[in-house]
């Protein structure tokens, strides 16, 4: 693996969606300093890195995705002192801390879009991608028309009000499609790359990137996107050397050639992470077929060459919440998996203690259905949780109404809690190299039709066999593995044959060989 950041090398983050994760000003939202005042909590399952979804000032039609200023902290979470002040905090602990960079849109309020509007030409004309003539719609996209004196469509990359920023066209066909090196689309990779260095020099010490894999248009094989990534990555190189970027592109043959330290399997996407946890069989579900996102992934190691990891999260504020397919004793096993394979794990807030998806709830801020995945955070069992003061009609989201919803507080001294299995598991990965970030992966039985998964981790002449079977009946392995000693158990003991190991049903094992 090239260079890189070498606190990347054993990273396992914790995902924050800030509006529901600790709120310690009354207001029913979650803050800046609700997450300062649970670093220890993070600290003490184990995890050294956080991910935070956007807390920068926006009219919130996307929960944050739709930013109106790059450079200030919503003031509904705080200031960009208390954000400096939590990265402090959590170096103090440790713990790194990715932002959520949105480079591809903004919000329509954003002032260089209200510049972009006007009939005059001026510094933002290009900042946006823009037809030429308020009858011409952008091919493929949706756009917005007739909103300004300005004559054109302007093109949009998400929602309506989500305006996209021009970075240029791969190959330009019309007019009105500017190269990728024309002076707008250049103006605007510096605009973003002075964002970038505003915060890394505030202590921030990398971010997620919303849409990665979607800035440069009319680029097919994401050439352009590819290039202009790997501009980013030299500057980075360059000047901020410890910074670590994530990419939500889900094609890490892709993303890490770009540049990208990491990317994610996703919900969307070749990779068939939906197979695992969220279809109607579910391979930790017990029933389903894991061999074709084994085959897939196989095929994305290789062709990504090792330049970065894959990681594949437990789940995130996008889709439905991993309990909502997968329960029990399977939740652990999941994790089992999730927290023993190659590349930077990542847990959804709340995801440790098998918080549910919650159907039904109404949309908020742009949620739909991703509303039921990001309800508030289940500390105790006072009031709210223990997630705010506010009455709980002022809430960001419901809590869950359940009554025997899952808290922190029940599941921190259970032993047999969820969320002790996955600090077990964080705890075992972190003794092991061969079990980290960087570890060596070969399977030795791909999951088809239910059968167990296992593989062999290995680093620098350490070898481990994790073996998983989420199914209800034993399963043999073949495997002329010789087991020195079995690092972490779940569920009844292996039967260890000469040429085989023996599954009981619902059980994963760990032994260095
Ligand atoms: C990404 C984000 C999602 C957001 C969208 C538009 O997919 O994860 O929450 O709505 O981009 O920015």
């Given at each position: 693996?090239?260079?890189?950041?070498?606190?990347?090398?054993?990273?396992?983050?914790?995902?924050?969606?800030?509006?529901?994760?600790?709120?310690?000003?009354?207001?029913?939202?979650?803050?800046?300093?609700?997450?300062?005042?649970?670093?220890?909590?993070?600290?003490?399952?184990?995890?050294?890195?956080?991910?935070?979804?956007?807390?920068?000032?926006?009219?919130?039609?996307?929960?944050?995705?739709?930013?109106?200023?790059?450079?200030?902290?919503?003031?509904?979470?705080?200031?960009?002192?208390?954000?400096?002040?939590?990265?402090?905090?959590?170096?103090?602990?440790?713990?790194?801390?990715?932002?959520?960079?949105?480079?591809?849109?903004?919000?329509?309020?954003?002032?260089?879009?209200?510049e972009s509007m006007k009939a005059e030409r001026n510094e933002y004309t290009d900042r946006y991608i823009w037809t030429d003539s308020i009858?011409?719609?952008?091919?493929?996209?949706?756009?917005?028309?007739?909103?300004?004196?300005?004559?054109?469509?302007?093109?949009?990359?998400?929602?309506?009000?989500?305006?996209?920023?021009?970075?240029?066209?791969?190959?330009?066909?019309?007019?009105?499609?500017?190269?990728?090196?024309?002076?707008?689309?250049?103006?605007?990779?510096?605009?973003?790359?002075?964002?970038?260095?505003?915060?890394?020099?505030?202590?921030?010490?990398?971010?997620?990137?919303?849409?990665?894999?979607?800035?440069?248009?009319?680029?097919?094989?994401?050439?352009?996107?590819?290039?202009?990534?790997?501009?980013?990555?030299?500057?980075?190189?360059?000047?901020?050397?410890?910074?670590?970027?994530?990419?939500?592109?889900?094609?890490?043959?892709?993303?890490?050639?770009?540049?990208?330290?990491?990317?994610?399997?996703?919900?969307?996407?070749?990779?068939?992470?939906?197979?695992?946890?969220?279809?109607?069989?579910?391979?930790?579900?017990?029933?389903?077929?894991?061999?074709?996102?084994?085959?897939?992934?196989?095929?994305?190691?290789?062709?990504?060459?090792?330049?970065?990891?894959?990681?594949?999260?437990s789940g995130n504020h996008d889709m439905e919440r991993l309990a909502y397919y997968i329960h029990d004793d399977r939740l652990k096993i999941?994790?089992?998996?999730?927290?023993?394979?190659?590349?930077?794990?990542?847990?959804?807030?709340?995801?440790?203690?098998?918080?549910?998806?919650?159907?039904?709830?109404?949309?908020?801020?742009?949620?739909?259905?991703?509303?039921?995945?990001?309800?508030?955070?289940?500390?105790?069992?006072?009031?709210?949780?223990?997630?705010?003061?506010?009455?709980?009609?002022?809430?960001?989201?419901?809590?869950?109404?359940?009554?025997?919803?899952?808290?922190?507080?029940?599941?921190?001294?259970?032993?047999?809690?969820?969320?002790?299995?996955?600090?077990?598991?964080?705890?075992?990965?972190?003794?092991?190299?061969?079990?980290?970030?960087?570890?060596?992966?070969?399977?030795?039985?791909?999951?088809?039709?239910?059968?167990?998964?296992?593989?062999?981790?290995?680093?620098?002449?350490?070898?481990?066999?994790?073996?998983?079977?989420?199914?209800?009946?034993?399963?043999?392995?073949?495997?002329?593995?010789?087991?020195?000693?079995?690092?972490?158990?779940?569920?009844?003991?292996?039967?260890?044959?000469?040429?085989?190991?023996?599954?009981?049903?619902?059980?994963?094992?760990?032994?260095?060989?």
């Amino acid at each position: 693996m090239g260079k890189r950041p070498e606190w990347l090398d054993n990273a396992v983050f914790y995902e924050i969606y800030p509006q529901s994760f600790m709120d310690t000003d009354g207001d029913g939202i979650g803050n800046i300093n609700g997450i300062t005042e649970k670093l220890p909590y993070i600290k003490e399952l184990g995890c050294n890195a956080l991910w935070i979804n956007p807390c920068f000032d926006s009219p919130f039609g996307d929960a944050g995705y739709d930013v109106s200023d790059y450079y200030k902290v919503a003031p509904r979470y705080g200031t960009n002192d208390d954000i400096v002040k939590m990265f402090e905090e959590a170096h103090k602990l440790g713990i790194h801390v990715l932002l959520d960079l949105v480079p591809g849109h903004t919000s329509w309020d954003h002032p260089w879009f209200k510049e972009s509007m006007k009939a005059e030409r001026n510094e933002y004309t290009d900042r946006y991608i823009w037809t030429d003539s308020i009858w011409e719609e952008p091919k493929g996209y949706g756009s917005l028309r007739g909103i300004s004196d300005r004559d054109g469509s302007c093109l949009v990359n998400f929602f309506s009000h989500q305006p996209a920023l021009n970075y240029g066209f791969y190959k330009p066909e019309r007019p009105w499609q500017q190269a990728m090196d024309a002076e707008g689309p250049m103006a605007t990779r510096k605009a973003m790359m002075d964002v970038i260095r505003f915060w890394l020099s505030k202590g921030c010490d990398g971010f997620r990137v919303d849409m990665a894999g979607s800035l440069v248009k009319n680029d097919e094989d994401s050439k352009g996107t590819i290039a202009l990534w790997q501009d980013v990555r030299n500057f980075l190189d360059k000047e901020y050397p410890n910074a670590a970027f994530v990419s939500e592109w889900g094609e890490p043959d892709k993303s890490l050639q770009a540049g990208f330290h990491m990317d994610f399997l996703l919900h969307f996407g070749p990779s068939h992470y939906n197979d695992l946890f969220r279809c109607g069989k579910p391979y930790f579900g017990g029933e389903g077929d894991a061999s074709e996102f084994v085959k897939k992934y196989l095929e994305s190691y290789e062709k990504s060459e090792r330049k970065g990891l894959i990681c594949i999260p437990s789940g995130n504020h996008d889709m439905e919440r991993l309990a909502y397919y997968i329960h029990d004793d399977r939740l652990k096993i999941a994790f089992a998996f999730l927290l023993s394979m190659p590349g930077a794990p990542y847990i959804y807030y709340g995801d440790e203690i098998g918080m549910r998806y919650i159907e039904g709830l109404t949309s908020k801020e742009g949620g739909y259905s991703r509303t039921g995945a990001r309800s508030p955070m289940q500390w105790d069992d006072s009031v709210n949780a223990g997630f705010s003061s506010a009455p709980a009609n002022d809430l960001y989201i419901p809590i869950d109404p359940d009554a025997k919803r899952p808290t922190v507080k029940k599941q921190i001294t259970d032993d047999n809690s969820l969320f002790s299995e996955v600090k077990k598991l964080i705890s075992v990965r972190q003794s092991h190299k061969a079990l980290q970030n960087l570890g060596d992966i070969e399977f030795i039985s791909d999951g088809a039709n239910g059968k167990p998964l296992a593989y062999i981790r290995s680093f620098d002449g350490e070898k481990i066999l994790v073996a998983i079977n989420p199914a209800d009946n034993p399963a043999e392995i073949k495997t002329d593995c010789n087991i020195v000693e079995q690092i972490y158990k779940f569920g009844e003991d292996p039967e260890i044959k000469k040429d085989s190991i023996v599954l009981k049903g619902k059980a994963v094992v760990f032994a260095l060989i």
